[in-house]
């Protein structure tokens, strides 16, 4: 059964220090999104992504973050300069038709120290 | 504003038993509810989903209903298993524009006792 895959599961950073989190969505889906979770609490929307480029934001979303699919398989998600707060589960999740169920990968847990 | 929220933080249960799993929503523009289960240090699965047009849809031991009335949605289980602990959240879709963000609600969080 084809999945959504996330590289790292976890990564530890410095405040301040740039990451990447990356995301292999399932092959023929054309919809992109990422979530974060912070521990405990609901799984909140951060972007969503379709044909090169972004379709909706929500305000955590800021300019230190960006969002890449650099080439036909891969989907990112860029922090600029990491706070303490950004430490959560960050969910990659695509869909095939925009309008239908979201498959969400395993997560890459954020921790800024 | 925009909000998902379920009645119940916890719900404990027995094998066996029937589990519901309740959901207020606010935005009376969604048209596409979803259920996941999420265990624990994995990402959301997919349950089940409902559209708008629709009151009550069933899957493999789940039934979802949609009251568009009181804006309210549930999850019944029936004959919950141990493996179906876990935390259950209701999200729902406020618009009707492709590729748009899904708005999760708290979970619950649904414990088996065998």
């Given at each position: 059964e084809p999945e959504v895959t996330q590289t790292p599961s976890h990564q530890v950073t410095q405040m301040g220090q740039?990451?990447?989190?990356?995301?292999?969505?399932i092959s023929n889906h054309l919809y992109f999104?990422?979530?974060?979770?912070?521990?405990?609490?609901?799984?909140?929307?951060?972007?969503?992504?379709?044909?090169?480029?972004?379709?909706?934001?929500?305000?955590?979303?800021?300019?230190?973050?960006?969002?890449?699919?650099?080439?036909?398989?891969?989907f990112t998600l860029k922090i600029r300069s990491t706070k303490l707060e950004d430490s959560a589960m960050y969910f990659?999740?695509?869909?095939?038709?925009?309008?239908?169920?979201?498959?969400?990968?395993?997560?890459?847990?954020?921790t800024v120290l | 504003?925009?909000?998902?929220?379920?009645?119940?933080?916890?719900?404990?249960?027995q094998e066996g038993d029937n589990s519901i799993i309740n959901c207020a929503y606010s935005n009376s523009a969604s048209?596409?509810?979803?259920w996941y289960k999420q265990e624990?240090?994995?990402?959301?699965?997919?349950?089940?989903d409902i559209r708008s047009n629709m009151d009550k849809r069933q899957g493999q031991r789940v039934t979802v209903l949609l009251n568009k009335t009181v804006?309210?949605?549930?999850?019944?289980?029936?004959?919950t298993q141990p493996g179906d602990s876990a935390v259950?959240?209701?999200?729902?879709?406020?618009?009707?524009?492709?590729?748009?963000?899904?708005?999760?609600?708290?979970?619950?969080?649904?414990?088996?006792?065998?």
């Open positions: 740039e990451v990447i989190l990356r995301c292999v969505p999104y990422w979530y974060r979770q912070i521990l405990g609490q609901k799984v909140e929307f951060l972007v969503s992504f379709y044909n090169n480029e972004i379709s909706e934001k929500s305000e955590i979303f800021d300019d230190q973050f960006s969002v890449e699919r650099p080439d036909g398989s891969n990659c999740a695509s869909s095939a038709t925009g309008s239908g169920e979201q498959f969400f990968g395993p997560g890459t847990r954020l | 504003g925009e909000s998902v929220g379920l009645h119940l933080p916890t719900l404990s249960v048209d596409y509810f979803i624990s240090g994995k990402g959301p699965q997919f349950i089940i804006k309210h949605l549930s999850l019944q289980i029936a004959a259950y959240f209701c999200a729902e879709r406020p618009t009707n524009q492709a590729g748009t963000a899904l708005i999760f609600g708290k979970g619950t969080t649904l414990s088996v006792s065998s």
